[in-house]
């Protein structure tokens, strides 16, 4: 493994750091671009003179020039003021202007062509990921894979001006950050954020006091519960409303079976003989969506279910779109709580490193804290410890493992997977949501 030393600050190292990257990795002609659709010709990648493609990799929100998006080239040319297409959004935008960027400064380009790493301004419809490329060309290249946010906080600010500046600055850091997600509470009028940990979180609100002049405060980060079946269910629903008038009439039967962790969700229409019209399907299926995202059980989000539509019926005047999604969402909700729900919590794989003489206090930790001591191991004196502990027992763990190892001890940890959450704490999750309101009725 080639070790370089350096330092960004006045460019020490930096130009060794720029020839191992010459000698050691490889050129963009002796790998493969991956590309979900369409394909980039044979000998193109490189190439000024193959078809324009371009992958997002960044978006940053400068103050004096506004959405700068960082594109890295793979083919072809673009010119400043040229057309391109998205074909990630299926959106044409125009690039108003090409910079290179410098630590501190832009440079204006004419154009920019394959290898290139640069910063245009002008496209407003553009997420971290996305192809650009022309629309006559098509190609949809690999995008990141970005973890799920396993930490939320709520933000609430004190007036209606600040309101304001806080829904702009979130806008803009979701823009620039993927792993971080906005979203609101509807149920408690507040807005929710959520990261992948407690500093994540941490320098995001420092930066909206900061850079954007919001007094905002923060309410105790809350852990991204799941909720899952874990047997099958089956049940229906009519939904039926006269208010004078035309009326709403929507009856779905739905078998809700459990799937495997990780598989997400599901939905199979098993309709036959038009007993349900083909339009009122995505309905049912909008539905069903709707209330996977506010679960019976406990008020979290539904996950690895596969939902059969088997049965229902219609009114030739009174069913509508929004009559089959509430019949779908009661249906749901009835029939979910049929198949004995479990709560999922997010599991973390922690490595705790700490000197000999504190083993025995770092492994008592993790223990008291619902974890489990997978592996030790010893390097230049110190112990290391992996191991997989609940997310909702980490916080806080940095000052007490300092605390118990004179300073002395670290720990770095990261997402592994959702795990069930045991019985006992289950139910006081669901009745600390109860006393608050947050599991829908029905």
Same mark, same amino acid.
């Given at each position: 493994?080639?070790?370089?030393?350096?330092?960004?600050?006045?460019? #020490?190292?930096?130009?060794?750091? /720029?020839?191992?990257?010459?000698?050691?990795?490889?050129?963009?002609?002796?790998?493969?671009?991956?590309?979900?659709?369409?394909? =980039?010709?044979?000998?193109?990648?490189?190439?000024?003179?193959?078809?324009?493609?371009?992958?997002?990799?960044?978006?940053?929100?400068d103050r004096h020039?506004?959405?700068?998006?960082? /594109?890295?080239?793979?083919?072809?040319?673009?010119?400043?003021?040229?057309?391109?297409?998205?074909?990630?959004?299926?959106?044409?935008?125009?690039?108003?202007?090409?910079?290179?960027?410098?630590?501190?400064?832009?440079?204006?380009?004419?154009?920019?062509?394959?290898g290139d790493i640069?910063?245009?301004?002008? =496209?407003?419809?553009?997420?971290?990921?996305?192809?650009?490329? +022309?629309?006559?060309?098509?190609?949809?290249?690999?995008?990141?894979?970005?973890?799920?946010?396993? !930490?939320?906080?709520?933000?609430?600010?004190?007036?209606?001006?600040?309101?304001?500046?806080?829904?702009?600055?979130?806008?803009?850091?979701?823009?620039?950050?993927?792993?971080?997600?906005?979203?609101?509470?509807?149920?408690?009028?507040?807005?929710?954020?959520?990261? +992948?940990?407690?500093?994540? =979180?941490?320098?995001?609100?420092?930066?909206?006091?900061?850079?954007?002049?919001?007094?905002?405060?923060?309410?105790?980060?809350?852990?991204?519960?799941?909720?899952?079946?874990?047997?099958y269910g089956e049940?229906?629903?009519?939904?039926? #409303?006269?208010?004078?008038?035309?009326?709403?009439?929507?009856?779905?039967?739905?078998?809700?079976?459990? =799937?495997?962790?990780?598989?997400?969700?599901?939905?199979?229409?098993?309709?036959?003989?038009?007993?349900?019209?083909?339009?009122?399907?995505?309905? !049912?299926?909008?539905?069903?969506?709707?209330?996977?995202?506010?679960? %019976?059980?406990?008020?979290?989000?539904?996950?690895?279910?596969?939902?059969?539509?088997?049965?229902?019926?219609?009114?030739?005047?009174?069913?509508?779109?929004?009559?089959?999604?509430?019949?779908?969402?009661?249906?749901?909700?009835?029939?979910?709580?049929?198949?004995? %729900?479990?709560?999922?919590?997010?599991?973390?794989?922690?490595?705790?490193? !700490?000197?000999?003489?504190?083993?025995?206090?770092?492994?008592?930790?993790?223990?008291?804290?619902?974890?489990?001591?997978?592996?030790?191991?010893?390097?230049?004196?110190?112990?290391?410890?992996?191991?997989?502990?609940?997310?909702?027992?980490?916080?806080?763990?940095?000052?007490?493992?300092?605390? /118990?190892?004179?300073?002395?001890?670290?720990?770095?940890?990261?997402?592994?997977?959702?795990?069930?959450?045991?019985?006992?704490?289950?139910?006081?999750?669901?009745?600390?949501?109860?006393?608050?309101?947050?599991?829908?009725?029905?």
């Amino acid at each position: 493994v080639p070790v370089l030393g350096g330092s960004a600050f006045k460019n #020490k190292g930096i130009q060794d750091l /720029l020839d191992a990257i010459v000698d050691f990795l490889p050129s963009p002609q002796e790998i493969c671009i991956q590309a979900v659709e369409g394909d =980039l010709p044979q000998g193109m990648v490189g190439s000024d003179e193959g078809p324009f493609a371009a992958l997002v990799f960044k978006i940053i929100s400068d103050r004096h020039i506004g959405k700068l998006t960082l /594109l890295r080239i793979y083919s072809g040319r673009v010119a400043s003021g040229a057309f391109v297409w998205n074909s990630t959004r299926r959106v044409e935008q125009r690039i108003a202007r090409i910079v290179r960027m410098y630590a501190n400064r832009h440079e204006a380009l004419e154009d920019a062509g394959a290898g290139d790493i640069v910063g245009v301004v002008g =496209l407003t419809d553009v997420q971290t990921g996305d192809t650009l490329c +022309m629309r006559d060309k098509p190609i949809v290249l690999e995008s990141m894979e970005f973890p799920t946010p396993v !930490v939320s906080i709520s933000l609430k600010t004190e007036g209606r001006a600040d309101s304001d500046k806080l829904s702009a600055a979130l806008k803009r850091l979701s823009d620039e950050d993927p792993t971080f997600v906005v979203g609101y509470d509807n149920e408690t009028a507040e807005t929710v954020v959520s990261g +992948m940990g407690e500093l994540h =979180l941490e320098v995001l609100v420092e930066r909206i006091r900061r850079e954007y002049g919001v007094n905002v405060q923060t309410g105790r980060p809350e852990v991204a519960y799941r909720e899952t079946s874990t047997v099958y269910g089956e049940g229906e629903y009519k939904h039926v #409303k006269q208010t004078g008038g035309r009326g709403q009439y929507g009856h779905v039967c739905i078998k809700i079976e459990p =799937l495997g962790a990780g598989e997400g969700f599901e939905f199979v229409n098993e309709i036959k003989s038009g007993r349900i019209p083909a339009e009122y399907i995505t309905s !049912v299926e909008k539905g069903i969506v709707k209330a996977m995202r506010v679960g %019976p059980y406990a008020g979290y989000p539904v996950v690895d279910v596969r939902v059969r539509l088997i049965d229902g019926s219609y009114h030739d005047v009174d069913s509508s779109d929004i009559a089959f999604q509430e019949a779908a969402l009661m249906a749901f909700r009835r029939v979910f709580l049929k198949t004995q %729900p479990d709560l999922l919590e997010p599991v973390m794989s922690v490595e705790v490193v !700490v000197p000999e003489e504190f083993l025995g206090a770092a492994s008592g930790s993790i223990c008291q804290r619902r974890g489990r001591i997978e592996q030790m191991e010893q390097s230049a004196g110190a112990r290391i410890l992996k191991c997989v502990v609940p997310l909702s027992e980490m916080f806080g763990y940095a000052g007490a493992i300092r605390t /118990l190892t004179q300073g002395r001890g670290s720990f770095t940890m990261h997402f592994e997977q959702y795990e069930a959450v045991p019985y006992e704490i289950e139910q006081q999750i669901i009745e600390k949501r109860q006393k608050e309101k947050r599991i829908p009725g029905g």
